[in-house]
């Protein structure tokens, strides 16, 4: 099942250095930084902090670190908001050496298309409720069923649970095999994984599944700024994942949208943000290996 989540640490001594792997209960291996700010790059997180610099000015009018610190602060959310910096800065220090999956890309032999659930949300009225597929979600597994036509592959592994804050009564899992199956998928083929709460989970619970199967090559489909991540700890799992790329499905389609401040642009920016946070806290827990430009193409 993997390794247990651990701190990397190296004492020093007289005589050399020794490397240490301190134990972290599950139950605690939490991102905080990431969480805080995603917080802070969000809506309402947006609103806070122009409040608080409202509710500065007005006790400090005079204030020059004041008016300067909001100002900066204004501008710094101006930026993160156009759509085109996260963009190249994920570019930059994610995706670069990133490509469109092609059937060449795999070897003979016994395939399995892996496809990484990005979440949804619930539909209520009264009490019904139904699970919808997020756009990133979407984009994933019709990355996936593209693939799937390409090559023609035994089988699709379809994966993402709940996380521990969820409020879905339907896992990305299953809402990606359901809209598989509706695009032509025979249900036979389709192998289900709803038991994970994050990347590092996934890669664990599908590498036995994987072995069972007697799979061969996997392709691995996600968005093309978390494929770093989940390329990495499928590597650390003991498999060499061919990236199959989706990119982001609210991207622009026109000037406008990458050069004026939109809400998705600000989203982004938290993503790419994200990504970056989670390869720095997986590789300091020993969880993998891989930095954020350490994938290639092949």
Known sequence: MGREPSLRLELRGFTGRYPVLLPIPRDV??????????????APGVV???VAGAIWLTIRPQSKVGRRSVLAVAALYFVA??????????????TRQLRPFEPTDVKSGRT?????GGGGATARLEDLRVGIMNQETAARM???Y???RLI?????????????????????AEMMRDGLVQLGVPASRIVVESESRDTRDEAILIGPMLRRLGAENLVLVTSDIHMPRARAVFREEGWQPIPAIAPDARRPIDIRGWVTPTTHGLEYTEQVVHELLGIVYYRALAWSSAGATGVDSK
Not at 29 to 42: I, N, Q
Not at 112 to 116: D, S, Y
């Open 146 to 148: 593209r693939v799937y």
């Open 112 to 116: 399995a298309i892996v496809i990484l």
């Open 81 to 94: 908001s156009l759509y085109a910096v996260p963009f190249l800065a994920g570019r930059a220090l994610l």
């Open 48 to 50: 806070l902090v122009m």
């Open 152 to 172: 023609g592959a035994e089988w699709i592994i379809s994966s993402g649970g709940l996380s521990t804050q969820a409020t879905l009564n339907e896992t990305s």
């Open 142 to 144: 019709l990355e996936g």
């Open 29 to 42: 291996t939490v991102r905080p930084m990431s969480s805080v700010v995603g917080f802070l790059l969000s």
